[in-house]
């Protein structure tokens, strides 16, 4: 009868943590990725007037060093980590269509202002174009042989044409 009960006490146990990291793991959150998410909106949404030669209000989302600049204002547009402190999230959630951003356009979605907190939140990470980025040597991998890599591939002349 012991044995019974210890074995119903472990996989009652085992069936909770399983519970538990199921419920952690599906919850978890990707970290929002700039080159997808949120340039896409600063492309669509703010460029226009706050990017390249037109830097309106000395605010530009063309490269970080700008964006987390002060503005013309003496405000810090994008405070990384901190978004209730970021202007550009109180002038996107402004109530007072002339502060709002973008001025004088449709308001950004709900689904944008998150994903403008969150990567606040997250640091303000900013991605690297592809072209911007060095290259690095890969290694080549070498073939593989027979019995499961075990034994050495017989033929590797060919890797050498």
């Known amino acids: 009868m012991k044995a019974l009960f210890a074995n119903k006490k472990w996989?009652?146990?085992?069936?909770?943590?399983?519970?538990?990291l199921l419920f952690t793991f599906s919850t978890r959150r990707q970290a929002v990725d700039f080159n997808t998410q949120v340039k896409p909106i600063f492309n669509k949404k703010c460029i226009i007037c706050h990017g390249g030669?037109?830097?309106?209000?000395?605010?530009?989302?063309?490269?970080?060093?700008?964006?987390?600049?002060?503005?013309?204002?003496?405000?810090?547009?994008?405070?990384?980590?901190?978004p209730d402190h970021s202007e550009l999230i109180k002038r996107i959630t402004a109530k007072d269509p002339e502060d709002r951003m973008p001025y004088k356009h449709e308001p950004l979605s709900a689904d944008e202002i998150s994903i403008l907190k969150r990567w606040i939140k997250e640091?303000?990470?900013?991605?690297?174009?592809?072209?911007?980025?060095?290259?690095?040597?890969?290694?080549?991998?070498?073939?593989?042989?027979s019995l499961f890599g075990l034994l050495p591939a017989s033929k590797t002349d060919w890797i050498k044409k």
Do not use: C, N
């Not at 996989?11 to 538990?20: D, H, S």
């Open 123 to 145: 640091g303000a990470q900013w991605g690297d174009h592809w072209a911007y980025v060095s290259v690095k040597p890969t290694e080549v991998p070498k073939p593989k042989g």
């Open 53 to 82: 030669v037109r830097r309106k209000a000395g605010f530009s989302v063309l490269f970080r060093s700008e964006a987390l600049a002060k503005t013309e204002s003496g405000k810090l547009a994008i405070v990384p980590g901190d």
């Open 11 to 20: 996989m009652i146990l085992a069936a909770l943590v399983a519970i538990i």
